[in-house]
């Protein structure tokens, strides 16, 4: 399988024409650690990492710092993050490749991984519902507290035009459940 991954790690000949130049291109002053990389050489790795520095390398070069000319350091960036957004585009297109041919060659382990993220999934659901819950049980506390001090003092029922029936529903006994 590593001939399959050619192209996207180094040592390796990319499979298709990835040249990494223009505007913000690999060596650009305001990244002093970024080494020019040889041109021939470039995986969809190095592109990425090219690009990204090359964005910011045009946020911060001296041209955008002093404002000369607005219009060309608008267009710059924009060609820079567009150049950067084509080469993610691209390490996605080489991942999904990388996923189609393991979900052709061994469907098991795709199964299994959706097993396993489904299993995920519930965990964190599951934790969810406890954690709201034990609010739930708080609060509950909370207001039977409130509703013991209030009553407390006064000891007169509740006054209101339902307050005859709340106090009926209250003595009466709970509603048996349905079966589904």
């Known amino acids: ?18 040249s990494v130049g223009g505007p913000g291109g690999p060596g650009q002053p305001g990244f002093p650690s970024t080494a020019p990389r040889p041109q021939g050489n470039n995986t969809l790795v190095d ?10 390398s045009s946020l911060v070069s001296q041209d955008y710092v002093n404002g000369t000319d607005q219009e060309e350091i608008r267009t710059g960036v924009d060609q ?6 084509d080469v993610a585009r691209q390490t996605e297109c080489f991942f999904l490749q990388k996923r189609l041919q393991l979900s052709v060659q061994k469907p098991e382990q795709v199964v299994k991984e959706d097993v396993s993220e489904l299993r995920n ?9 406890q954690k709201h819950l034990t609010k739930l049980h708080n609060w509950q506390q909370v207001l039977e507290d409130l509703s013991g001090q209030h009553r407390k003092p006064t000891d007169l029922p509740p006054h209101g035009p339902l307050a005859f029936l709340e106090q009926a529903s209250a003595s009466l006994p709970p509603a048996p459940l349905k079966p589904s």
């Open 121 to 129: 999934e519930l965990l964190r659901k599951e934790l969810l519902v």
């Open 47 to 56: 592109e990425l990492e090219a690009s990204f520095e090359a964005c910011f």
């Open 80 to 85: 820079c993050i567009q150049k950067f957004l």
């Open 1 to 18: 399988m590593s001939s399959s991954m050619s192209g996207m790690f180094p040592g390796q000949q990319p499979t298709g024409p990835h």
